[in-house]
């Protein structure tokens, strides 16, 4: 019985060392990251996910800059919004003129931290069939990654 609990408190012993050196060495593995907001992190999230952008901004600034892009330099009319949420969305526009005709809209969130804002940007496009239904498809994200790219430009100038 003696050597038992000997062996327990022994082992007890050796598994707090190892938690401790776990949690130390996770610890000390965050606290090294870089931001994604250093230029070569920015680089390789915007291959990864070019719907995505990571901006040393207020949130006000933000917010303000990617509205005013997707209304008067896209011409995508803002159909809802909530500031206080972070999202917004644009009305349907409708492209009749592509053989099947195609529906959209860009919706968006923002988020933002002490230090930087994220702003995503969501493109939902419907085809009509020939059957007449509107089928939902995946976006090739062009569009989100041109209008990304603009706001980061314009933010980066103020």
Known sequence: MLYCTFMLKRY????????????LLSVFAACSQKTPTSIVNQRQLNQMTPNI???ISSYEDAWETTLKIIQYDFLLPIEIQNKEKGF???????????????????SG????????????????????TPEGAWKTRLSNLALEMKMVS?????????
Do not use: G
Not at 14 to 20: E, G, I, L, N, W
Not at 109 to 128: A, G, H, P, R, W
Not at 150 to 158: A, D, G, H, R, T
């Open 12 to 23: 007890n012993r050796q598994t707090m060392k190892t938690v401790m050196f776990c949690l």
């Open 53 to 55: 952008a990571y901006v």
């Open 88 to 106: 917004f969305s644009t009305a349907m526009i409708k492209e009749y003129t592509d053989d099947p005709p195609r529906r959209y809209r860009i």
């Open 109 to 128: 969130d923002l988020s933002s931290n002490d230090k930087e804002t994220m702003i995503k940007l969501y493109k939902s496009e419907q085809v009509k």
């Open 150 to 158: 603009k706001i980061q430009s314009v933010l980066e100038k103020k």
